[in-house]
């Protein structure tokens, strides 16, 4: 995937303005003419859209706009970025749908500007034949939006396995790897394998592991296709396989995969372009679709967790130092009661018009008074079940007298894992560390499910380490009372769970609890298991 194309600075040029613009119009039809033929390649209503972005290239008061700056001494690439800006500030002006093609405007800019600097158009690259697409990193827009018959896996040098690059990955089922630095060096043509599984990738393999691997994915598949029914470990014990899911569409996925529910509804994906807070009418709306899809299952869903990497417009401070330690989640509905107060009538009003089990849980939740606090408002706003999640260390630490304030406990393993190593999840640099199989996660996680057992409050796991098949049977060891995930990795540890009795999941945690690293922990389990 190209680099994308910064935005070109106002220099003066030292060409005549009859050569910058002979350039520019050359660039703008070139566009146009590019973008007509993806929308052929396309068909349908792409090729509409498109057709419609190659009209802005094309339109006749932007040229006019060029010329003038082009005149006044600009480069055929300032003079683009700048008319198309001044556009692009108009539709907005304008709102409704025009405001909304408003983005539309910056893509035509970048591609017309990357090929006045010779360079290839910016995006997912098109292609005839399937690939393997190589990127920095994606825009969870961009991953949301891949064509899964054509980009047969993913690669990105950034981000980290928590990233919400890597968790759409999962919700869609593309084999990635991210965080792999020296995917810098693959080129156009190289034959790689990914192996997601082991977040290996292998240049130039040879037929032999070619062929292990083929065979693997069938025996992998054959598991999935002969799962099938409610989570439950080898002696009969249910352990509830629940869905974590961010839209209307993740949640019909959900029930096709054989979902049991939801157990993390991240509510803030569905605001991330949202310049004000949505309105009670607007969201409840929403959720009555969602949970629609569950009628007598359990949906637990999570309010507005803005910040860090899903910042929204209305409720994250711009500007903080250090975003993944600040206001965000609880803290930042805190500070705008408002908002979280409109989220839990919106949610109340939503599930007494549906039948599904509605539960509400806070993210970021540092102490025992944040959980009462959060608790107490959505009680009196008619949520009946509500409980926090445990992310933050404080929470879990302290987590005996936290679930005497919390209906339920869902530990989120993905910031646990960040906040325990104070290894930002988002750097690919310091990946390494996010990988929950780590004992200092994992006694955590002991002391959350022995708090939980003793107070009778029911503790989740909705953090991506619920989709790895042998560690959820060492959550389950560890007293997690339900599991969440990607709906795709659902089939891959009901298989799993079913292999494991309670006495031998409490086996396998110990020996990953007293290990003394990642590596080590889950070599040790692998070992102990009956895995076949
Ligand atoms: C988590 O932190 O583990 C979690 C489930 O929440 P998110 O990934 O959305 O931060
Ligand atoms: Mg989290």
Same mark, same amino acid.
């Not at 995937?1 to 070139?30: F, H, N």
């Not at 083929?214 to 598991?223: D, N, P, S, V």
């Given at each position: 995937?190209?680099? &994308?194309?910064?935005?070109?600075?106002?220099? #003066?040029?030292?060409? =005549?303005?009859?050569?910058?613009?002979?350039?520019?119009?050359?660039?703008?039809?070139?566009?146009?003419?590019?973008?007509?033929?993806?929308?052929?390649?396309?068909? %349908?209503?792409?090729?509409?859209?498109?057709?419609?972005?190659?009209?802005?290239?094309?339109?006749?008061?932007?040229?006019?706009?060029?010329?003038?700056?082009?005149?006044?001494?600009?480069?055929?690439?300032?003079?683009?970025?700048?008319?198309?800006?001044?556009?692009?500030?108009?539709?907005?002006?304008?709102?409704?749908?025009?405001?909304?093609?408003?983005?539309?405007?910056?893509?035509?800019?970048?591609?017309?500007?990357?090929?006045?600097?010779?360079?290839?158009?910016?995006?997912?690259?098109?292609?005839?034949?399937?690939?393997?697409?190589?990127?920095?990193?994606?825009? &969870?827009?961009?991953?949301?939006?891949?064509?899964?018959?054509?980009?047969?896996?993913?690669?990105?040098?950034?981000?980290?396995?928590?990233?919400?690059?890597?968790?759409?990955?999962?919700?869609? %089922?593309?084999?990635?790897?991210?965080?792999?630095?020296?995917?810098?060096?693959?080129?156009?043509?190289?034959?790689?394998?990914?192996?997601?599984? +082991?977040?290996?990738?292998?240049?130039?393999? &040879?037929?032999?592991?070619?062929?292990?691997?083929?065979?693997?994915?069938?025996?992998?598949?054959?598991?999935?296709?002969?799962?099938?029914?409610? %989570?439950?470990?080898?002696?009969?014990?249910?352990?509830?396989?629940?869905?974590?899911?961010?839209?209307?569409?993740?949640?019909?996925?959900?029930?096709?995969?054989?979902?049991?529910?939801?157990?993390?509804?991240?509510?803030?994906?569905?605001?991330?372009?949202?310049?004000?807070? &949505?309105?009670?009418?607007?969201?409840?709306?929403?959720?009555?679709?969602?949970?629609?899809?569950?009628?007598?299952?359990?949906?637990?869903?999570?309010?507005?967790?803005? %910040?860090?990497?899903?910042?929204?417009?209305?409720?994250?401070?711009?500007?903080?130092? +250090?975003?993944?330690?600040?206001?965000?989640?609880?803290?930042?509905?805190?500070?705008?009661?408002?908002?979280?107060?409109?989220?839990?009538?919106?949610?109340?009003?939503?599930?007494?018009?549906?039948?599904?089990?509605?539960?509400?849980?806070?993210?970021?939740?540092?102490?025992?008074?944040?959980?009462?606090?959060?608790?107490?408002?959505?009680?009196?706003?008619?949520?009946?079940?509500?409980?926090?999640?445990?992310?933050? #260390?404080?929470?879990?630490?302290?987590?005996?007298?936290?679930?005497?304030?919390?209906?339920?406990?869902?530990?989120?393993? +993905?910031?646990? =894992?960040?906040?325990?190593?104070?290894?930002?999840?988002?750097?690919?640099?310091?990946?390494?560390?996010? +990988? #929950?199989?780590?004992?200092?996660?994992?006694?955590?996680?002991?002391?959350?499910?022995?708090?939980?057992?003793?107070?009778?409050?029911?503790?989740?796991?909705?953090?991506?380490?619920?989709?790895?098949?042998?560690?959820?049977?060492?959550?389950?060891?560890?007293?997690?009372?339900?599991?969440?995930?990607?709906?795709?990795?659902?089939?891959?540890?009901?298989?799993?769970?079913?292999?494991?009795?309670?006495?031998?999941?409490?086996?396998?945690?110990?020996?990953?609890?007293?290990?003394?690293?990642?590596?080590?922990?889950?070599?040790?389990?692998?070992?102990?298991?009956?895995?076949?």
């Amino acid at each position: 995937m190209p680099e &994308p194309v910064a935005d070109p600075a106002d220099v #003066p040029s030292d060409r =005549t303005p009859s050569d910058e613009l002979t350039r520019a119009t050359a660039a703008l039809a070139a566009t146009a003419a590019q973008l007509r033929e993806r929308g052929e390649q396309a068909g %349908g209503t792409a090729a509409e859209v498109l057709d419609a972005l190659a009209m802005m290239a094309e339109d006749p008061a932007l040229a006019a706009d060029v010329r003038h700056r082009i005149e006044d001494g600009a480069t055929a690439e300032y003079a683009v970025h700048a008319a198309m800006a001044t556009f692009r500030d108009m539709l907005v002006g304008m709102g409704g749908y025009l405001g909304e093609r408003a983005g539309d405007l910056d893509d035509v800019a970048r591609r017309a500007i990357a090929h006045l600097q010779g360079r290839p158009a910016p995006g997912i690259p098109q292609s005839a034949t399937p690939f393997v697409l190589v990127a920095r990193d994606l825009a &969870p827009a961009d991953t949301a939006m891949l064509d899964l018959d054509l980009v047969l896996a993913l690669i990105t040098t950034d981000g980290g396995p928590t990233s919400h690059t890597a968790i759409l990955a999962r919700e869609k %089922g593309i084999t990635a790897v991210v965080g792999a630095a020296e995917a810098e060096r693959l080129r156009n043509g190289d034959l790689v394998l990914v192996d997601a599984e +082991n977040g290996e990738i292998e240049l130039d393999p &040879p037929q032999q592991r070619i062929d292990l691997a083929l065979q693997r994915t069938a025996t992998l598949e054959a598991i999935r296709a002969q799962s099938s029914g409610p %989570g439950r470990l080898a002696d009969g014990r249910a352990v509830p396989l629940l869905a974590n899911i961010g839209s209307v569409d993740s949640a019909r996925e959900a029930v096709a995969r054989g979902a049991e529910g939801v157990g993390l509804f991240r509510t803030e994906v569905l605001f991330l372009g949202a310049e004000a807070a &949505p309105s009670v009418e607007a969201q409840a709306a929403t959720y009555r679709e969602v949970f629609a899809q569950f009628p007598g299952q359990k949906v637990v869903v999570r309010v507005l967790d803005a %910040g860090a990497d899903k910042p929204l417009a209305f409720l994250t401070d711009a500007g903080e130092e +250090n975003p993944a330690l600040g206001r965000r989640g609880l803290r930042a509905l805190v500070a705008h009661e408002h908002v979280l107060r409109d989220q839990l009538t919106a949610l109340a009003q939503a599930a007494a018009e549906t039948d599904a089990l509605v539960q509400v849980m806070a993210p970021m939740v540092s102490t025992a008074a944040e959980a009462q606090y959060f608790c107490d408002l959505a009680h009196e706003l008619g949520i009946a079940v509500a409980g926090v999640m445990v992310e933050v #260390p404080s929470c879990a630490i302290m987590a005996d007298h936290v679930a005497r304030n919390a209906d339920f406990m869902s530990i989120g393993t +993905n910031d646990l =894992t960040q906040y325990v190593f104070a290894a930002d999840r988002l750097l690919g640099t310091v990946a390494a560390f996010q +990988n #929950p199989w780590h004992p200092a996660v994992l006694r955590l996680i002991e002391s959350v499910g022995t708090a939980g057992a003793a107070h009778d409050v029911p503790v989740g796991i909705c953090g991506e380490a619920a989709a790895d098949p042998l560690l959820a049977v060492v959550l389950v060891g560890l007293g997690a009372t339900s599991l969440s995930m990607s709906s795709s990795a659902i089939a891959d540890v009901r298989a799993e769970l079913a292999l494991h009795s309670l006495d031998d999941a409490r086996r396998l945690a110990a020996l990953a609890v007293s290990a003394e690293s990642a590596e080590t922990a889950r070599r040790a389990v692998l070992d102990a298991s009956t895995h076949p």
